[in-house]
């Protein structure tokens, strides 16, 4: 004979099956709804990291470098950073010494924002109608 288990308030009780069963064969539309919902429960779990995972990887902005050389012949780096959910755009230019220059765009304020070479000051000023057609 089968033993089955019941949880009374103070300890577990053996109690016999019905017809010799188990107790949970009983009642298998209960095991099936536990089953689903445990299934569910994993799966959206599942989804949920897997587009967390996809949202926290996907690029909020996009880099462009180019190396060029000047009139002289002598080559320096550009780039090119595009931001667009913040609407900025960054514009570095970096010369064979590795002095760098950097002009930032920012379209939501209509601000740009110029920092020379070894210089520790910004020059900020309005953004003109043409400055938006460029950037």
């Not at 009983?26 to 995972?53: D, E, I, N, R, Y």
């Not at 570095?92 to 304020?109: A, E, G, I, R, W």
């Not at 520790?120 to 043409?130: K, N, T």
Request: proline share 4%.
């Amino acid at each position: 004979m089968v033993r089955c288990w019941k949880r009374s308030e103070e300890r577990l009780e053996e109690e016999r099956c019905m017809n010799g069963a188990p107790v949970w064969s009983q009642c298998p539309h209960k095991v099936f709804w536990l089953s689903l919902s445990a299934l569910l429960l994993l799966l959206t779990v599942a989804f949920l990291g897997s587009m967390g995972h996809l949202w926290m990887s996907w690029p909020r902005s996009q880099m462009v470098r180019i190396s060029a050389p000047d009139q002289n012949g002598v080559l320096f780096n550009q780039s090119a950073v595009v931001d667009q959910f913040n609407d900025l755009v960054t514009f570095s230019v970096t010369s064979p010494v590795n002095q760098t220059s950097t002009v930032l765009f920012d379209v939501k304020q209509g601000l740009i924002c110029y920092k020379p070479v070894d210089q520790d000051v910004c020059f900020l000023q309005i953004m003109e109608r043409s400055d938006y057609d460029n950037v």
